[in-house]
Nanobody, 124 residues
């Protein structure tokens, strides 16, 4: 049974930083592409960033380019999202997701497994 567990969320002031982690178990993490998505109250879930199974290809949403960085450690079965220069509009529940095909994508339909989410709140 595949499990994805996010951690690292919290409350931070605008301009601050957080690093989210997502620990995977129950599958072959090293072969999956991984993604981060977020959902703010009253809004649809949107893609934030994605990374291929090897880590050699990444994609980011325009709204976070230059501020957020996705990375992975296949030895630890963990994917990270480093978030810098946070803004109030980044406030959302952040979810990690796994795509067994291994191809990085910002398309939500490309992901099979999802975590439960971690709350990120940015105060102004």
């Amino acid at each position: 049974q595949v499990q994805l567990v996010e951690s690292g969320g919290g409350l931070v002031q605008a301009g601050g930083s957080l690093r989210l982690s997502c620990a995977a178990s129950g599958g072959t993490f090293s072969l999956w592409a991984m993604g981060w998505f977020r959902q703010a109250p009253g809004k649809d879930r949107e893609a934030v960033a994605s990374i291929s199974w090897k880590g050699d290809s990444t994609y980011s949403a325009d709204s976070v380019k230059g501020r957020f960085t996705i990375s992975r450690d296949n030895a630890k079965n963990t994917v990270y999202l480093q978030m810098n220069d946070l803004k109030p509009e980044d406030t959302a529940v952040y979810y990690c997701a796994a795509a067994p095909r291994g191809v990085a994508t910002l398309r939500r339909s490309g992901y099979t497994y999802w975590g439960q989410g971690t709350q990120v709140t940015v105060s102004s």
